[in-house]
């Protein structure tokens, strides 16, 4: 009897061995499955982010453009205006230094005047302080050192 017994036992515990071992693959596929279902749900939620993120982005640089499209002009017509000035400045400049260094010295009365009295360096002296009006002091006297150097 324990003969015919043992073979019905070690075939019930195969049978429940297998159950187990079937009931531990399913729980093992079913955390699997739950683990790639988290993952997943994770990966859009990441993504959702990315998305909103590179929205904003967009939506930043579209207003920083739209600031650029009107500063540039503003900027590049300011900078037209301040070398037009630098130009026209340059040439009043160069204008009074050029047309009135020949009219200085030669429409002043006074200078022929001058000329008639003193020494040549009395006269050079007289003529260079009639004229400190019209040129700078440093450069009358310049003229007159170069002269007596001379």
């Known amino acids: 009897k324990s ?3 043992v073979p019905s036992i070690l075939i019930e ?4 061995s297998s ?3 079937l009931e531990q693959s399913k729980t093992l596929t079913d955390n699997h499955h739950d683990k790639i279902k988290t993952h997943v749900e994770e990966t859009v939620k990441s993504i959702d982010n990315h ?3 590179i929205d ?3 939506k930043q640089l579209d207003k920083h453009k739209n600031i650029l499209k009107f500063v540039y002009p503003v900027f590049s017509l300011v900078l037209v205006v301040l070398i037009l000035l630098l130009i026209v400045t340059l040439i009043c400049i160069l204008k009074k230094w050029f047309v009135c260094k020949p009219k200085c010295s030669v429409t002043s009365n006074s200078l022929s005047f001058l ?12 003529q260079e302080i009639s004229t400190v009006d019209k040129f700078t002091l440093s450069n009358a006297v310049a003229a007159v050192l170069a002269e007596k150097l001379s």
């Open 51 to 53: 998305r909103e993120r």
């Open 19 to 21: 159950k187990t071992q």
């Open 115 to 126: 000329a008639s009295l003193g020494t040549t360096n009395e006269r050079v002296a007289k």
């Open 56 to 58: 904003n982005h967009s």
């Open 13 to 16: 515990n195969l049978i429940q």
């Open 3 to 5: 003969a015919d017994h």
